[in-house]
């Protein structure tokens, strides 16, 4: 009696919390506000793979540290005949002169310790040197911008206000995003595609835009435009401008980006803030090019190109632009989140509808209920009182899934809901091992309470080997598989365990206290 009253506190605690876990799915809200999230296709929404670009993040560092070269080098007076960034993964140097050629490498020694030399070659009085990045660096840089990347597009996107997103990795360079229940897809893909790299760049006002775009761009400086749309008839006019290719000030340094409204024009912008290192820059460059403009380039587009009428301090500065509310919001999404480290390529785009969604579900449902329906009738039909135990224990082992379920947070994707089906199946496909063993022993003529006794005891053992291995591929699916594959693996799982519980633990608890209860001669069965 003392072993019964434990399993029977186990077996209603285990009940109790699966009811807490299941009640906040009924009733939104409530307590410990966990709830069963819908999958994509249950749900509808947005189904995008995006691949990072990641050899332009290998570029972009190489092209930076060439920057940084040029300008070490001219603050120590080394004199070169170029900088070149040819292949764009490697820096071609050339310096003349003994002196030079060993300040040169002193530098490279003290400055750039993480630069391969891959050719070093001497003509005379001449160094021309190759330098590259090594592969393991060339790998990390790569992976770092992979890792942020999904970090990015995933405050992205809690700041767009999605629910119950799905953002993962997919592979090495892979991005896999669902977006259920999304409805603006257009404006979503565009929010998490965007690079987003703020840079403030002062203008080259040596050379007129006019003869820029006729090819007359001098060396340090680039040809950018500014694209503005009339409101009223969507006409897209473009500005140029030649502004210096290294930048002044970046993004990095950004610690906020609201959108706030002018109060004279009445049209939204963007105030951003910068921390204190970025406020010092911030201050600085105003102040060395009092009347000059400074161009704030958003993903090599001007937004505008303000002439700096005196120094400003305290690190905050503004973007205006024909913007409207929704496109200020998703700027400051953007800014606020950060950058990408390298462009994203969309390589797979799904729209899943709701109403495609709703019929599976019901679809889903209904033949749950139809195979739940037909085994109960089976179990009852053939195993008589017994089989209502069963029943009982099938109809539990669906309440564990589904507290399984929001007590994790797992999605309920349409696969799963088959993996419930089949779990259907596999429990009562224990139960019916247990009591042809209970048959058996009772036709050997033992009494009620030896039968049940030896049958659990001599099915365990088989009961244990079949759902483990099930179990194990299950575990296998879920770690390797992706999307619908991992949905039927999270659900398969719990089903597997819910059974087990049900079928060796719950039903011969009801079994032992049945035959407690009262003298029991013979066993429905």
């Known amino acids: 009696m003392k072993n019964i009253s434990w399993k029977l506190v186990a077996v209603l605690a285990v009940l109790v919390v699966a009811v807490v876990y299941v009640i906040p799915t009924m009733v939104p809200g409530t307590w410990p506000n966990k709830k069963i999230n819908l999958g994509l296709d249950l749900q509808g929404g947005m189904h995008l793979v995006l691949e990072v670009q990641t050899e332009q993040a290998v570029e972009n560092t190489i092209e930076r540290i060439g920057q940084d070269l040029r300008s070490l080098m001219r603050s120590e007076r080394i004199r070169h005949t170029g900088i070149d960034l040819s292949d764009r993964v490697s820096l071609t140097v050339t310096v003349n002169g003994q002196d030079q050629i060993e300040a040169y490498e002193t530098l490279l020694d003290k400055e750039f310790p993480e ?7 001497r003509d005379g009085d001449a160094l021309t040197t190759v330098l590259d990045l090594p592969d393991e660096e060339v790998a990390s840089i790569k992976r770092l911008a992979v890792d942020q990347a999904l970090e990015t597009i995933r405050n992205r996107v809690d700041q767009f206000g999605v629910s119950e997103p799905d953002i993962r990795n997919q592979g090495e360079r892979r991005i896999l995003i669902q977006l259920p229940g ?19 760049k002062l203008l080259d006002e040596s050379v007129s835009p006019s003869a820029a775009e006729g090819g007359n761009v001098p060396a340090g400086s680039e040809l950018l435009y500014q694209v503005n749309e009339d409101p009223a008839t969507k006409r897209t006019t473009k500005v140029p401008y030649v502004v210096r290719k290294r930048a002044s000030l970046t993004g990095a340094y950004l610690t906020d980006a609201r959108v706030k409204i002018d109060s004279q024009y009445n049209e939204p912008y963007v105030a951003i803030s910068f921390d204190k290192k970025g406020a ?6 105003t102040g060395e090019n009092v009347n000059k403009r400074l161009a704030i380039v958003l993903d090599n587009t001007v937004y505008s190109a303000p002439n700096i009428q005196e120094k400003i301090s305290g690190g905050e500065a503004q973007i205006t632009g024909s913007f409207t509310a929704e ?3 998703d700027l400051a999404i953007v800014l606020r989140a950060g950058a990408l480290p390298a462009p994203v390529k969309v390589l797979e785009e799904r729209t899943v509808g709701p109403s495609l969604g709703t019929d599976s579900i019901r679809k889903g449902l209904f033949s749950m209920v139809v195979g739940g329906v037909l085994v109960v009738i089976f179990m009852v039909v053939y195993y008589k009182g017994a089989g209502l135990i069963a029943d009982m224990a099938l109809a539990l082992n669906i309440l564990l899934i589904a507290a399984g379920l929001a007590g994790f947070g797992a999605t309920l994707t349409l696969p799963g809901i088959a993996g419930i089906i089949l779990t259907i199946g596999m429990a009562v496909d224990a139960n019916v091992l247990i009591f042809e063993r209970i048959r058996e022993e009772m036709h050997l003529g033992k009494t009620p309470r030896s039968a049940v006794d030896a049958g659990y005891e001599r099915a365990s053992l088989t009961i244990l080997d079949a759902n483990v291995t099930t179990l194990i591929a299950a575990l296998v699916l879920f770690q390797f598989g992706t999307g619908p594959v991992k ?15 049900t079928a060796l633990i719950l039903s011969r608890t009801i079994f032992e206290l049945i035959l407690n209860k009262r003298h029991v001669q013979t066993l429905s069965i």
């Open 327 to 329: 496109e200020a919001r």
């Open 182 to 200: 999304i409805k603006d897809t257009q404006r979503a893909k565009e929010l998490i595609g965007r690079t987003a790299l703020l840079e403030f």
């Open 280 to 285: 010092r820059i911030f201050e600085r460059v």
């Open 487 to 501: 949905g039927f693996a999270v659900t398969l799982s719990l089903g597997v365990l819910a059974s087990l519980f």
């Open 115 to 121: 630069l391969r030399m891959a050719s070093r070659t």
